[in-house]
């Protein structure tokens, strides 16, 4: 999560019209998964909203998680029923609203000898968890997985099958529901740093920003002002000098490794125990393999977060338990990563134990009145923390007849629809209307319509995808990227594929400045901001990954 000035960024002057003095109804902090939700929320219903973000959209906490959208089988176990319930009812709408984006996934909890749970409490706890979800996800004829003979014989495990959801870009959900808040009213801008809330009599009443590009600096007003810096959220009450009794957040550094796919490698995920009985998720994710997390205290700036040595060993280590017959070495691994779960201040309690529940901080009592900071959450239920958020500021959450709910059972053949008639708009051949779709839904046909009489933006990103020129173009232009970084690792986040290079880069760079008409300096800032960004997020330094593989 770098942060400071990007002197590289040359944002275009519409979306950078001066702010000095304007007045919002509500001023939205950080651009994560909550801060883009609650934007979206508060503009739908016709509030004159700011969303500012330091760095991009989704670049903190948002991009750094396991990216399971779910009821949280683990918190049925601690009997948090109401967020099981409530992340499971969200999950449902997530899945009928953005199919393109969230798929259902096999989940394959395999449990030895040893675990401390046994057989028929995980058979209860699965029933209950289906029920919960009510109409759910369908439930698939399983095929026996490949993954089973692999796994250490000697250990006898049970294998429990469960379904739920992966979103494997939570950086292109953002991106749509930005879209989404835009075309609502919002303004958003990011590389925009929140200096100081302002504070008046006891009410909040404003903001100091500052333009991370151009270092000006804006005061703004807003009536409402809303803290959902993640885990960042003290830092803003703390540079605006407003005091709250104790922290709000106490943040638990969570890491991940990335394993190029090996023989054997699961088809579903699989949810196992690590060497410590700590729940852990071997998932396959873009044409790789996640496996994470660990759960650490961290007090230190999140902007600077990594995954340390001992989490490395430590995932590594329980992965060879479960597999020892697939001799995974270090150099399987392609990148590890790590952010800071925003949970609610628990001094006392192990970091397993802290609820994942937000909560609503309102700040009246600490001089601020009109300042709520939004602590906790999952990515799975940022659209109900919106809703609560919106009604907590008297708004009432807007009812959308125009969203269009498409279910699992049609989902196969609306896409193939939609394959065929994006391939045909844009005169693209059906794969890259294919990868267009995945990741953009129904806004690939306007894309694909741009692109349709320019050699240019037909072009592929790099020899590796199907993803074309046209795709970044729509990035700049409609998604707020601004820069090489933004749109290579969030909007058409190809950087985080199994088979991205430094030629890659430099292919997909070269291809993007012939559409900006980026001249040769500005070619080289992009590249460096690149390389910086993506050696900071996709540690490998020190994992033992030869440098030629990054
Ligand atoms: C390891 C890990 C695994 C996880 N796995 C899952 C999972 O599988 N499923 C799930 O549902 N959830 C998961 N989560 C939880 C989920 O990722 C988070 O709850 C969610 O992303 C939080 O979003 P947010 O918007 O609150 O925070 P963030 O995404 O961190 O957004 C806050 C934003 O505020 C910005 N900001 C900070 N200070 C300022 C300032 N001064 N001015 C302007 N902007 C500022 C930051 O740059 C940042 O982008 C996981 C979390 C972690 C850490």
């Avoid at 469960?162 to 990011?190: I, K, S, T, Y």
């Avoid at 009450?237 to 991940?256: F, K, L, Y």
């Avoid at 500021?393 to 065929?420: F, K, Q, W, Y």
């Avoid at 291809?511 to 960004?533: H, K, S, T, V």
Wanted: hydrophobic fraction near 40%; aromatic fraction near 6%; glycine fraction near 10%.
């Amino acid at each position: 999560m770098p942060s400071g000035r990007s002197a590289h960024l040359n944002l275009g002057m519409n979306s950078r019209l001066p702010l000095e003095n304007a007045q919002f109804d509500v001023l939205v902090i950080g651009g994560g998964i909550n801060g883009v939700a609650i934007a979206r929320e508060c503009a739908r219903a016709n509030r004159r909203t700011l969303l500012v973000e330091q760095h991009d959209f989704a670049a903190g906490t948002t991009s750094r998680s396991t990216r399971i959208i779910h009821g949280g089988l683990r918190y049925l176990e601690q009997g948090d029923f109401r967020q099981v319930k409530e992340s499971l009812g969200e999950r449902q709408k997530l899945l009928c609203q953005y199919p393109h984006l969230i798929r259902p996934l096999e989940f394959v909890l395999a449990l030895d000898g040893e675990s401390r749970r046994s057989a028929l409490a995980v058979r209860a706890g699965l029933w209950l968890y289906r029920r919960m979800a009510g109409r759910g996800i369908r439930r698939r004829q399983s095929e026996p997985a490949d993954f089973e003979r692999w796994l250490d014989q000697g250990r006898r495990f049970s294998l429990f099958r469960f379904e739920d959801a992966q979103c494997e870009f939570p950086e292109r959900l953002v991106a749509e529901w930005l879209v989404e808040a835009v075309a609502a009213g919002c303004l958003a801008r990011n590389h925009t740093r929140l200096l100081t809330v302002t504070t008046h009599h006891g009410r909040a009443t404003g903001a100091l920003l500052r333009d991370e590009a151009s270092g000006r600096e804006e005061r703004v007003e807003a009536a409402w002002i809303i803290n959902a810096a993640g885990p960042w959220a003290d830092q803003i009450c703390r540079s605006s000098g407003v005091h709250t009794p104790q922290a709000m957040v106490g943040g638990v550094r969570g890491s991940h490794l990335v394993l190029e796919k090996f023989p054997g490698a699961p088809g579903q995920a699989v949810y196992a125990e690590a060497v410590d009985g700590r729940p852990i998720f071997i998932i396959p994710w873009n044409d790789q393999i996640l496996v994470g997390t660990t759960e650490v205290p961290e007090t230190g700036d999140p902007s600077q977060v990594r995954p340390s040595e001992e989490e490395i060993r430590y995932l590594l280590a329980s992965l060879g338990g479960l597999f020892p017959r697939l001799e995974i070495a270090r150099s399987h691994i392609r990148y590890a990563f790590a952010g800071v779960r925003p949970l609610p201040y628990s001094p006392q309690a192990k970091p397993a134990a802290i609820p994942r529940r937000h909560y609503f901080h309102d700040h009246t009592p600490d001089g601020a009145a009109g300042l709520i900071s939004v602590i906790g959450g999952k990515l799975t239920t940022a659209g109900g923390v919106a809703r609560e958020c919106a009604e907590k500021i008297g708004l009432r959450p807007a009812i959308l007849p125009s969203v269009a709910l498409m279910c699992e059972s049609e989902l196969d053949s609306v896409l193939a629809r939609t394959v065929a008639q994006v391939a045909q708009l844009g005169g693209i051949t059906p794969e890259a209307a294919q990868a267009m779709v995945e990741w953009n839904g129904r806004r690939a046909s306007g894309i694909a319509s741009r692109a349709r009489r320019s050699a240019q933006l037909k072009q592929r990103l790099c020899p590796h995808t199907h993803h074309i020129v046209a795709e970044a173009l729509d990035a700049f232009e409609n998604q707020g990227a601004v820069s090489l970084a933004d749109v290579l690792l969030r909007r058409v986040p190809l950087a985080l594929g199994p088979c991205w290079s430094p030629e890659c880069t430099r292919v997909a760079a070269a291809r993007i400045a012939g559409i900006q008409a980026w001249d040769e300096a500005r070619m080289r800032a992009e590249l460096e901001g690149f390389d910086a960004e993506y050696q900071a997020f996709l540690e490998k330094t020190g994992i033992g990954v030869p440098q030629g593989a990054v």
